[in-house]
C-alpha cells in the first residue's frame, strides 16, 4: 500500500519546496535591463515578481501539484545588510488541497519580515502577526531568497547549511559580470540518507546587483524522498524584478524588537501549533461536512477532504457510507457541489482498489451529470484503479449517456489502462471504434487524447491520420498524444510532423511530447532547425521553455540541438535563455 503523506509531513515537504528556487531563464533578462537602467540603492525599493509551482510524482503516475505561489513582494534596504520584505499581493496561494481564500491571502499581504544578512549568516524576524499556518513556507522562501556568503572566501567554496529536513552541503560558484555577480548555489547532498538529490536538477542562480541586492533569482531542483514512497519532488519558480521606486517615508526604521525570531524553537512551537490545529477525526469530519457552504473558509474544508481521505487509506470500506451520502446530495448549490467535492476528492486519493471500485459505480449511480462527472475524474486520478472499474468506463463509451459523461469515460478508461498494465487488452480496439464511430465527431480530440493517455502503439494508424487533420486543435491532441507511445518509429513520426506544422501553438505541443521521450542528437537537431525559424515570440519563447526541459533530461543528445537554436534564433530571448541552460563549457 503507497503510504501516504499526512498534513504534518505535507507541510514540512512544502516548506522544503520552497527552499528549491528553479530556472525560467527566458524572463529573466527583462530584471537585469531594469536593474541596469535604475539600480538598486539603499534609497530605492524594490518589487519582485514570484512565482513558483511544486509537484510531487509516484511511480507510474503524473505530477501533482502540493504547492504552489504567486504575487509581488517588497523590499527596501533598511540599513546595511538588512532588509525588510512586505507582500503587495498574493495572486494564488496552496499547500497540498488547501487553496487560500482572498481573505486568507489578505492577512499576509503588509506584514513585515525583516533579514539580517551579516558575514554570509542570514536571520529573519517576523511581524508578530504573522499567519502562522504560512510562517514556515515563508520562511523558507525568505532563507533561500538571499544568499549567504561568508567574507574573504573564494570564487569557489563548499559550506554546510541547516533547514528543517536537516543539514546539507552546498557548493557556491561566484562570477562577476560587469555591474552585478551571478552566484550558483549546488545542493550536494543531504545528511540524511532518506533524500536524494538529482544530479541535474540541483542548483540555485542569484544575480545580485553591486549594491549586494537580488535583480533574480531562477534554477532547478528535485529531489527523492525514501521514507515518502520514494516519490519524486520538482519545483519550478521565478523570482524577477520588476519595478524600483524611490523609497518613501512608509518605509520607516522598524524596531527589530518589536518582531519574532525565526529560530529553532519559533519553528517548533509553530510546527506544533499548527499541526494540532491541522486534524480532526473521521466522525469530526462527518459532522462538519453539511455545513460547508460557499462561503465555508477553504481551510475548513481542506480539514475535512485530509480526514476523509486518511480514514479511507486505513478503512476504505468507509467508501460505502461515503458512496451514500453522495447519492443523498441532491443540491446544486456551490455549497453542495463543495462538500461533493471534498468527499470525491478524498476518495481520489485513497490509494485503495476498492474505493476506485466505489467510485465506477458512482459513475453509473450518481443521478445527473455533475455527479457523475466528478466520480470519473476522480476515477480517472486515482493510484490504483481496477479491471473491473476500467470495463466499467469502457461500458459508458460504448452506450454514450451523454457528451459530458463519454468524454470523461473514454479518457478515464485510457488512463486506467495505462495504469494496470496489460490487464485491460480490450482498451484498444474499444478506443479505435470510439473514434471510428461516425456518431462519435464531437467526442474525436477526447478519444485522441485517451489514446495518449494509455499510450498503446495499436494507435499509430489512427494517430498518423489525425496528424493531418484540417482542424489544428486536432493535430495539437495527435502530437502531446505521441508522448506515451511505445513504437520505434514514433520519434521519426514526431519529429517530421513538428518539421511540417505551420500552427505554432500547435507545433508547441509537439515539443511537450518531445519531453517524454529520448530521441537522437539528429532527431533534436531537425526540432532545433524549427525552433530556430519561429518569428512569433511567444511561439518561440514556449517552444524553448520545453526545448530546455528535454534537455535538462538528456543533456548529452541535445546539447547540438540547443547550441544551434542559440546561435540560429533572432529573437533576444531565446537566445539568452539557452546562453544561461547550457554548460560552460558549450558557450
Known amino acids: 500500500m503507497k503510504k501516504s503523506i499526512y498534513l504534518g509531513v505535507l507541510i514540512i515537504i512544502g516548506a522544503l519546496i520552497y527552499t528549491f528556487i528553479p530556472r525560467n531563464p527566458v524572463k529573466h533578462v527583462e530584471a537585469l535591463a531594469l536593474y541596469t537602467k535604475d539600480g538598486l540603492g539603499p534609497d530605492k525599493a524594490a518589487e519582485y515578481q514570484v512565482s513558483l509551482t511544486a509537484t510531487q510524482k509516484a511511480k507510474g503516475q503524473e505530477d501533482k ?5 504567486s504575487g509581488r513582494l517588497e523590499q527596501v534596504e533598511q540599513a546595511p545588510g538588512v532588509y525588510i520584505s512586505q507582500w503587495l499581493e498574493i495572486n494564488k496561494l496552496t499547500t497540498g488541497e488547501h487553496i487560500a481564500s482572498p481573505e486568507e491571502s489578505a492577512v499576509v499581504i503588509k506584514k513585515t519580515i525583516m533579514t539580517s544578512n551579516v558575514d554570509g549568516e ?35 567554496f563548499q559550506r554546510k547549511e541547516k533547514e528543517e529536513l536537516g543539514e546539507y552541503a552546498v557548493e557556491y560558484d561566484i562570477q562577476t559580470k560587469g555591474d552585478h555577480r551571478e552566484i550558483s548555489k549546488k545542493w550536494i547532498n543531504y545528511e540524511s540518507p532518506d533524500i536524494e538529490m538529482d544530479k541535474t536538477f540541483n542548483t540555485v542562480y542569484y544575480f545580485i546587483g553591486k549594491e549586494g541586492r537580488i535583480i533574480g533569482i531562477d534554477g532547478a531542483m528535485a529531489f527523492t524522498h525514501k521514507q515518502i514512497n520514494g516519490d519524486q519532488f520538482v519545483i519550478t519558480l521565478t523570482v ?19 518582531l519574532a525570531k525565526a529560530d529553532d524553537s519559533k519553528i517548533q512551537e509553530v510546527a506544533r501549533e499548527t499541526t494540532a490545529a491541522s486534524t480532526i477525526g473521521y466522525e469530526e469530519a462527518l459532522k462538519r461536512l453539511p455545513s460547508i457552504t460557499g462561503k465555508t473558509d477553504s481551510r475548513d474544508v ?6 476523509l481521505k486518511a480514514e479511507l487509506r486505513t478503512n476504505p470500506d468507509h467508501a460505502n457510507e461515503l458512496r451514500e451520502k453522495i447519492l443523498a446530495t441532491t443540491a446544486r ?30 459513475a453509473s449511480d450518481c443521478k445527473d451529470v455533475f455527479c457523475k462527472d466528478q466520480a470519473i475524474v476522480a476515477l480517472n486520478d486515482h493510484t490504483q484503479p481496477t479491471v473491473s472499474s476500467g470495463k466499467k468506463m469502457l461500458d459508458l463509451v460504448k452506450t454514450k449517456p451523454d457528451h459530458d459523461t463519454t468524454a470523461a469515460a473514454v479518457l478515464a478508461a485510457g488512463s486506467i489502462a495505462y495504469k494496470i498494465g496489460d490487464q485491460l487488452p480490450e482498451v484498444p480496439a474499444a478506443l479505435i471504434s470510439a473514434y471510428k464511430d461516425p456518431n462519435n465527431q464531437l467526442l474525436k480530440r477526447s478519444v485522441i487524447a485517451a489514446m495518449g493517455n494509455h499510450g498503446s502503439s495499436q494507435y499509430l ?16 491532441t495527435t502530437l502531446y498524444s505521441l508522448r506515451n507511445i511505445k513504437a520505434p518509429e514514433v520519434n521519426e513520426i514526431l519529429t517530421g510532423a513538428i518539421e511540417k506544422e505551420k500552427d505554432g501553438d500547435t507545433m508547441v505541443e509537439g515539443l511537450k511530447a518531445m519531453v517524454y521521450r529520448e530521441m537522437s542528437p539528429a532527431e533534436y537537431e531537425r526540432v532545433a532547425i524549427k525552433v530556430s525559424s519561429l518569428k512569433d515570440k511567444d511561439n518561440a519563447n514556449e517552444a524553448t521553455r520545453f526545448l530546455i526541459k528535454a534537455y535538462e533530461r538528456n543533456p548529452q543528445n541535445l546539447e547540438a540541438a540547443m547550441i544551434l537554436v542559440k546561435d540560429k534564433t533572432n529573437i ?15 558557450n
Open 461 to 476: 494508424p489512427v494517430l498518423k491520420e489525425t496528424l493531418a487533420d484540417k482542424e489544428s486543435m486536432v493535430r495539437a
Open 333 to 362: 448549490d456551490e455549497g453542495a457541489k463543495r462538500q461533493l467535492a471534498a468527499v470525491f476528492g478524498a476518495m481520489a486519493q485513497s490509494d485503495q482498489s476498492s474505493v476506485a471500485n466505489v467510485l465506477a459505480d458512482l
Open 572 to 586: 533576444p530571448t531565446v537566445k539568452s535563455a539557452i546562453e544561461r541552460e547550457l554548460k560552460p563549457e558549450a
Open 302 to 307: 481542506y480539514l475535512i477532504f485530509a480526514a
Open 65 to 69: 501539484i502540493i504547492a504552489s505561489v
Open 122 to 156: 542570514l536571520n529573519h524576524f517576523f511581524d508578530k502577526a504573522f499567519p502562522k499556518d504560512w510562517f514556515r513556507m515563508q520562511l523558507n522562501v525568505m532563507q533561500r531568497f538571499f544568499v549567504a556568503v561568508p567574507p574573504n572566501v573564494g570564487p569557489k
Open 240 to 258: 524577477d524584478l520588476v519595478k524600483v521606486s524611490a523609497k518613501t517615508a512608509a518605509a520607516a526604521v522598524v524596531d527589530q524588537s518589536s
